[in-house]
């Protein structure tokens, strides 16, 4: 399956596809070749399409990327993920196959309906790199924090401000080696003077 055939996978409600995902550098796995051609022969005649898909190429696959174990992907129903088995488990592949097409048989006869797999190996790698990124981003937080070094608040007072002196402050802070990280300009209540006097 290449990029542009996988169109075919996801408008496809007709077959049960078994895909055998793999990367660029780690190529196709060679006993999915000898595994697709026995099934192929045992289940000539069902709904099943069998292929390779390069998870480096094609976007729908891209998680899958990376991974040195042979992945094989079942999906149906318009690209609805129905399994995922990692390693070549020959006996539980085709285990799976059965189980699916006989699934499958009775979505289409309208006597049930198709439950969506949910890969739980990706959802917490998928956690894992949230979690990472999120502890990165919170270090990276507390470095800021850490470099901007003690805090202290000015006031002007408004007698300064009314002369025009503000700009001048401002560089005699500067020339002392502090810097000004915010400035804000209001006028604070007879409460709020009292607070800092």
Request: contains cysteine; proline residues 3%; charged residues 30%.
């Amino acid at each position: 399956v290449s990029t542009q055939s996988t169109g075919g996978v996801l408008s496809d409600d007709e077959n049960l596809w078994v895909l055998d995902v793999y990367t660029d550098w780690c190529g196709a796995c060679t006993c999915a070749t000898g595994v697709f051609q026995k099934a192929n022969i045992q289940f000539n005649g069902e709904a099943i399409k069998f292929a390779t898909v390069n998870a480096t190429t094609i976007s729908l696959m891209s998680h899958y990327n990376g991974s040195s174990q042979p992945t094989f992907i079942f999906m149906a129903g318009k690209g609805t993920l129905l399994n995922v088995i990692r390693g070549v488990n020959v006996p539980l592949i085709n285990r799976t196959i059965k189980q699916l097409l006989a699934s499958e048989k009775l979505v289409k006869a309208g006597e049930a309906e198709r439950v969506p797999f949910v890969d739980e190996a990706l959802a917490k790698e998928e956690t894992a790199e949230e979690e990472a990124e999120e502890e990165a981003a919170a270090e990276e937080e507390e470095e800021e924090e850490e470099d901007l070094g003690p805090i202290t608040v000015a006031l002007i007072k408004p007698d300064a401000v009314a002369d025009g002196k503000v700009e001048e402050i401002l560089e005699k802070l500067e020339e002392c080696g502090i810097d000004v990280v915010s400035q804000v300009e209001r006028t604070l209540t007879r409460e709020d003077a009292e607070t800092f006097y």
